[in-house]
């Protein structure tokens, strides 16, 4: 079993007021996502804390990317954190989130000439990815004659991710510095950027490592870098390490219905979270016998952040009702929801998303002398692969049509990356929760503006 480890409003939401959740489905249909903006302050929160503790200049980026909730975005805007974007339309939730435009930052690689133009006039922060982009980026700068340099940082690519598509080695690095020296009328050069795949901290500190002989490399040619931008990738802890240490332990091919194991999993129950990781990082020893912290106050540099899924932690679930339950050989059984698995999408990388979904029954009292059953769980298409769960969930009683599972923590990129109209089925709402001054649980749609185009 992998229970999920669940914030305190969910959890009362959830097991206190089933019945509440069950009247949300019926409203707003299922599948049904449900998001708590006020957790993601809580996670700024968190995350300043262990930062505090070590600098005074730091910046915090929402990864909007993470999750399209624009509820998502104003919580990051209120609690006076920047937001990172990839998109256009990602920059346009962060405005009208109220953001100020210099708090936008864009390290995504994938930015077209109109995205470049509106964070040109926006001071944004650019993160430039290649010296092709780089071209690119100082073209439109000619074109549009800002009143004010555009701000960019460099994107390192370090030694361990050689083959990476994404970032610079040394030699372009170099190249687009020494053209930096020649343009400060057009580009204000504010530092370098990273962001590696993988949850360790310790490739972060070793790209850091490679990273002190470019800050002095600019600072020789009379450039003046001011952050050290080390992108997201903080882990988060979906269930108790211990518990998850045991299953992942025991697990075999007989507990998924197509007999395999996938090869990888996000470390659903890893050791640490966020604000661990960032102490660790910190702390780690970096060069000339000094902490990453003493190497950023000695260097006089910012610290950015973009934590995506990190700073979405518990801010939403995912509701499913149960359409059919239907028995299968060997004493299996599926259970078929209105969803699919494009709305919690593990399942489509090869992965799994390990963390069991609760049962919510819809017909309290007469579950008694229904069987323990073990089943997985598929979505609505005529897809074989369209399944939310591979794995062999274990129910104390088989589930009925009318129940409800909930799959939480979705927000950090399971809930709606893949999410589409297969079979003309509307995507999935997305409703906020926020809470009246004696504490009363309101409700408001989350997705009004997302499917207007104004860009074309
Ligand atoms: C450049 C960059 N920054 C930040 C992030 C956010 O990563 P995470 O959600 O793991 O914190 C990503 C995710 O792909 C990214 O590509």
Not at 5 to 16: E, M, Q, Y
Not at 284 to 302: K, Q
Not at 343 to 369: K, N, Y
Not at 388 to 414: C, E, H, M, S, W
């Amino acid at each position: 079993m992998l229970p999920p480890l669940l914030d305190p409003a969910i959890s009362s939401l959830v097991f206190d007021s089933p019945g509440a959740l069950l009247k949300l489905v019926e409203q707003y249909g299922s599948s049904l996502n449900i998001v708590w903006p006020h957790i993601l302050r809580r996670n700024v929160e968190a995350l300043r804390a262990v930062l505090n503790r070590y600098t005074a200049r730091f910046e915090i980026f929402y990864g909007a990317k993470v999750n399209r909730s624009p509820g998502l975005v104003r919580a990051a805007v209120e609690a006076a954190v920047g937001v990172d974007v990839s998109s256009i339309y990602e920059m346009r939730d962060a405005l009208r989130a109220g953001i100020e435009p210099a708090m936008l930052c864009a390290t995504g690689p994938a930015k077209t000439r109109v995205f470049h133009a509106a964070l040109i006039a926006n001071a944004a922060l650019i993160a430039v990815d290649s010296v092709e982009e780089f071209n690119d980026l100082e073209m439109i700068v000619r074109e549009i004659e800002p009143d004010r340099p555009t701000r960019v940082l460099l994107r390192y690519r370090p030694a361990a991710s050689g083959t990476s598509r994404f970032g610079m080695g040394a030699d372009d690095l170099l190249t687009c510095l020494q053209r930096l020296t020649r343009l400060k009328e057009w580009f204000s050069f504010e530092g370098f950027h990273f962001h590696l795949g993988g949850y360790g901290h310790e490739s972060r500190v070793q790209a850091v490592r490679e990273l002190t002989r470019f800050f002095a490399a600019a600072r020789a040619m009379g450039l003046d870098p001011t952050i050290l931008d080390i992108g997201g990738g903080l882990p988060v802890q979906y269930v108790d390490g211990e518990v998850y240490e045991a299953f992942f332990g025991a697990q075999c091919s007989g507990d998924y219905r197509n007999g395999k194991v996938p090869e990888s999993f996000y470390p659903y129950g890893g050791p640490i979270g966020a604000c661990q990781w960032l102490d660790q990082f910190l702390a780690s020893p970096c060069v000339d016998g000094v902490s990453i912290a003493g190497y950023l106050n000695e260097m006089r540099l910012t610290l950015a952040i973009e934590p995506g899924r990190s700073l979405a932690d518990q801010t939403a679930v995912s509701v499913f009702r149960i359409t059919r339950v239907k028995s299968l050989a060997a004493d299996n059984v599926v259970i078929f929801v209105e969803g699919s698995s494009f709305s919690a999408c593990e399942t489509w990388f090869a992965s799994e998303f390990l963390v069991d979904p609760i049962l919510v029954s819809a017909h309290a009292g007469s579950e008694h002398g229904e069987p323990p059953v073990r089943a997985y769980i598929a979505g609505h298409s005529c897809l074989d692969e369209d399944v939310i769960t591979n794995r062999l969930i274990p129910f104390q009683r088989r589930p009925k049509a009318g129940d409800l599972l909930v799959y939480a923590n979705t927000a950090g990129y399971q809930m709606d990356m893949l999410e589409n109209e297969f079979h003309r089925h509307p995507v999935p709402r997305r409703i906020s929760v926020t809470y009246d001054a004696a504490g009363g649980m309101e409700v408001s749609p989350d997705d009004r503006m997302e499917y207007r185009n104004d860009f074309e």
